[in-house]
């Protein structure tokens, strides 16, 4: 069951401490509290659950406590530490007064990720981007409104009928998009074909141990396993630094074998009246990746090669597939890949795929994406050279995109000084995505997804984006509010828009502030006598 909860935000000047004192609104959790339209998105949350059964659930501002494990980059355990030793964290759930006592225990953390997919924090993204945009818009238009008389009305009209008449004329393509993939590796050991064949075996021996305990009167003796010849097989093999590959055969096929035999005295049990769906389920789920794994094993092992569609290289995590990446260091990462988009410093996450994919397809889709999101075209689009095909050429040429790749054929000797000038630049603004996914990898834990469900794993991999857009917003709300205090009332601001943000060029009637007399040529350019 859940509980509509009452809409709009808690003012933190009505935030009750017990201990006195009041909030302040300077606090970054107070004003990321301002930045998250979590209650438009509240009735989809609400549709995953009963109309009238069950314990009412936690209310939707609560799943704001992955923004804050992201944030803090802590465990669920510590993040829920957090938020009960600190007011600002529980103002930012939504709770009304400070209690010392944890709003939830710590394992709410996996359904919040359930309970939010991929698409819900897709849209979320997408909003707080144009949220921005949208309220610069709207403070623009009611100041002209509220000045207008009616002499200038009529005036505006004309301005607005020329306007038009330029608009027309003008591109409609806008903007610059950027475009890349990369692989979000989850937490697995390196897989080898020996060390999951031995787990296998283990899991199969579990199982076997549990089925028997529902037979032992039917059969007098337990079938014989052979763990320890396999455990000692298998370390034999492991032990050795570098292998060669006759002994590594060797070894895959005994392990192939206790295997086999351990699959075959699973079928005998239940044949004697043990039942598979008394087994835990995770004993269960493993038993039938084991099996997968046994087919996949045995295959290659007869073909010679190392390689099969849909291979399993996890048994607690069998969504993981290896991806073949070609970089110096990790040639085959083992996680999510994800085919990412930067617009004006904010990444979005437009494709997600556990199986490897060429991302050179997703250009069209992203293209659209951008369409949609902004209501116009990118004026160019820039991409590395995977993406350079002659399908993704037609395309944005048929669009009047301009796609950052060199003329295919033969370059005229003339034009190639010009080619390697616009290559630089190009490679220049590209370089922000690339920065994007450093910050995402080492400011924040997309190098290693902790999470071991699929559904959980692309919930946590998507709020690291919806995060490091929130942290784009609130450097740019800093930026604003640092300006305004340090410039003093002598300054006056001409506001101008850029990027759905206003930004400020400052005017001062003497150069006697210690920050303009420090950074006088850096203001120069912006400065208009004051009057």
């Not at 930012?92 to 359930?114: C, N, Q, T």
Request: with cysteine; hydrophobic share 35%; aromatic share 10%.
């Amino acid at each position: 069951m859940y509980r509509q909860s009452p809409t709009g935000q808690l003012s933190f000047e009505n935030f009750y401490l017990p201990f006195g004192g009041k909030l302040t609104g300077k606090n970054r959790w107070v004003r990321l509290a301002e930045l998250v339209p979590w209650e438009q998105f509240e009735s989809e949350y609400a549709e995953q659950f009963s109309a009238g059964q069950g314990a009412p659930a936690k209310p939707f501002r609560m799943a704001r406590a992955l923004i804050i494990k992201e944030k803090l980059g802590t465990s669920d355990e510590e993040t829920v530490e957090q938020i009960r030793e600190n007011p600002y964290l529980q103002y930012f759930l939504g709770l009304s007064e400070y209690r010392d006592i944890a709003p939830f225990e710590a394992s709410m953390m996996v359904h919040f990720r359930k309970r939010l997919n991929l698409e819900i924090v897709g849209r979320i993204n997408e909003r707080i981007v144009k949220l921005p945009k949208e309220s610069g818009q709207k403070e623009i238009e009611e100041k002209k409104d509220k000045k207008e008389d009616k002499k200038e009305k009529e005036e505006n009209l004309e301005e607005k009928n020329v306007e038009k008449e330029q608009k027309e004329t003008e591109p409609a393509n806008q903007g610059k998009l950027l475009l890349d993939a990369t692989v979000a590796p989850s937490d697995i050991r390196y897989p080898t074909d020996i060390k999951l064949l031995n787990e296998a075996r283990e899991q199969t021996e579990i199982v076997i141990d549990a089925l028997y305990q529902q037979v032992k009167e039917q059969l007098p003796k337990k079938p014989r396993t052979y763990r320890r010849e396999a455990r000692t097989a298998y370390l034999q093999i492991a032990k050795q630094r570098k292998p060669n590959r006759k002994k590594i055969r060797k070894a895959l096929r005994q392990q192939l074998g206790y295997v086999r035999r351990n699959l075959a005295h699973i079928d005998t049990l239940i044949a004697a009246g043990a039942k598979l769906s008394e087994l835990k389920k995770n004993l269960y789920r493993n038993l039938l990746v084991v099996s997968e794994v046994y087919r996949q094993q045995q295959l290659m092992y007869e073909q010679g090669c190392h390689r099969i569609d849909d291979r399993i290289v996890s048994i607690a995590q069998p969504h993981v597939r290896p991806i073949v990446r070609g970089k110096s260091g990790t040639p085959v990462e083992f996680g999510a890949k994800l085919s990412v988009s930067c617009v004006d410093g904010h990444a979005f996450l437009d494709h997600l795929s556990w199986n490897n994919f060429n991302e050179s397809g997703d250009l069209p889709h992203q293209v659209e994406l951008f369409k949609s999101r902004f209501g116009h075209y990118p004026e160019a689009v820039y991409v590395d050279q995977i993406y350079r095909t002659r399908s993704n050429r037609a395309y944005c040429r048929n669009l009047g995109i301009r796609i950052t790749a060199p003329p295919l054929g033969r370059p005229v000797p003339d034009d190639l000084v010009a080619i390697r000038k616009q290559t630089l630049e190009d490679a220049k603004v590209r370089n922000q995505i690339e920065g994007k996914f450093g910050q995402a990898k080492r400011r924040f834990s997309l190098n290693r997804v902790m999470t071991k469900l699929a559904n959980t794993s692309e919930t946590a991999i998507a709020i690291i984006f919806l995060v490091m857009n929130l942290e784009v917003l609130l450097k740019q709300l800093a930026f604003l509010f640092f300006s305004w205090f340090m410039l003093g009332r002598q300054c006056f601001f001409l506001t101008f828009d850029k990027v759905g943000f206003i930004f400020s060029a400052i005017s001062c009637q003497s150069w006697q502030f210690p920050v303009l007399t420090a950074r006088k040529s850096a203001f120069s350019h912006y400065l208009i006598p004051a009057t």
